[in-house]
């Protein structure tokens, strides 16, 4: 079961409304790398966990999520006290309210649609949701998951510190930080407890790969390091076919099978010997579509010709229409002379 103490983990002290700063926090709240997807994280890893020390440690961790999934609301609800109290009295002149709600990041859809409160998305108003749950059952794996999200998270609550000068909200979010520093440290703990804990699950590697680098992207910037040098790697350049076989794609079909795939492949073969006329040939130019207009589309030289051509005179109209165009107006100004 769960039992809730009213009183929050850490104190958290605004010295201001800011919605603005409030939408960034719930990169936080409801983000992929925030408070309730590690909440959620953890709790689901401890239902299925059947060690009792991890179980013991995920439960903990899993709660105390829980606890700054409530510190950070909290401080999103207070710096949006200022514009919910204004949208709810209409305490502003209407452009005014508009501008201080419109000032940056999601801080209007904030305050109309959830009336100040914090929203379960992140900063940029994408919803939470549950993929964001990466868990696999395997504690190998899991904990290296867990550790790296703890990672995640600590960075993100650096950058939000480095956007606020409220001393209030750095202290909290600080203490926030350092307490994604303590699982992080739990986690490492709990992985290296499990001998042994590498390669993640149960079945070991292909030996003549396991320590092999390919240099697989080459060129300059080619660089040698404790992450591909000798003795723990064996440093080799791009190879096909690395385990002695053709390279190519081979399955087995019955007779029949193999019977009705020929059949498509011959039905949908290219014609490599074909040059057939297109619908791009044809609204290159040409007048009316007649057979000469066509037969010059079909050759690639003449159809250079008229591209140049078009280029050359700065027209968009192809050859063929500007040469027909030009010869109408010059019989109409022929019989106009007559006339």
């Given at each position: ?9 850490y ?6 409304p800011n919605?603005?700063l409030?939408?960034l926090l719930?990169?936080q ?20 966990e059947?060690?009792p ?5 995920l439960?903990?961790?899993?709660t ?11 401080i ?8 919910k ?5 209409a305490?502003?002149e ?9 000032a940056?990041?999601?801080s209007?859809?904030q305050?109309i649609?959830?009336g100040g ?12 949701t549950?993929?964001?749950?990466d868990s ?13 999200a ?6 993100i609550y ?6 606020t000068d ?8 600080g203490?926030?930080m ?21 390669p ?35 440093y080799?350049?791009a ?6 076989g053709s ?17 498509a ?16 040939m ?12 066509l ?26 229409a ?5 010869s ?5 100004s ?6």
């Open positions: 079961m769960f039992l809730h103490n009213k009183k929050l983990q104190t958290v002290r605004v010295s201001e919605p603005v409030g939408s719930l990169e709240f409801g983000g992929p790398d925030g408070e309730l997807a590690a909440a959620m994280r953890y709790f689901t890893q401890a239902l299925a059947d060690d020390g991890r179980k013991d440690l439960q903990d961790i899993a105390e999520e829980l606890s700054h999934l409530e510190v950070i609301g909290s999103v609800a207070m710096l949006n006290k200022g514009a109290g204004k949208l709810s009295e305490s502003m209407e452009a005014e309210l508009y501008r201080s709600l419109t940056g990041g999601d209007h859809t305050s649609l959830y409160g914090p929203a379960l998305t992140n900063s940029s108003g994408v919803p939470w549950g993929a964001y749950i696999r059952g395997d504690p190998t794996c899991d904990l290296r998951s867990n550790i790296a703890e990672a995640r998270a600590k960075i650096e950058r939000l510190i480095n956007v409220d001393p209030g909200i750095k202290e909290a979010l203490f926030l350092t307490r994604e520093i303590a699982h992080q440290k739990s986690f490492e703990k709990a992985l290296y407890s499990i001998e042994p804990n590498f993640p699950g149960k079945l070991a590697g292909m030996p003549q790969f396991t320590n092999v680098y390919f240099n697989m992207s080459v060129g300059d910037g080619d660089m040698r390091g404790p992450w591909n040098n000798e003795p723990t790697f064996e080799r350049d190879e096909v076919a690395v385990d002695g390279g190519m794609p081979e399955v087995s079909l019955g007779s029949e099978e193999l019977q009705v795939v020929e059949k492949a011959m039905r949908l073969q290219s014609k490599a010997g074909s040059d057939p006329l297109t619908g791009a044809l609204g290159m130019g040409g007048t009316n579509g007649s057979s000469s207009a037969a010059s589309q079909m050759d690639p030289k003449a159809a250079k010709a008229n591209a140049q051509q078009q280029m050359q005179s700065g027209s968009t109209e192809p050859p063929g500007m040469r027909s165009g030009s109408a107006s010059s019989s109409s022929s019989g106009s002379q007559t006339e």
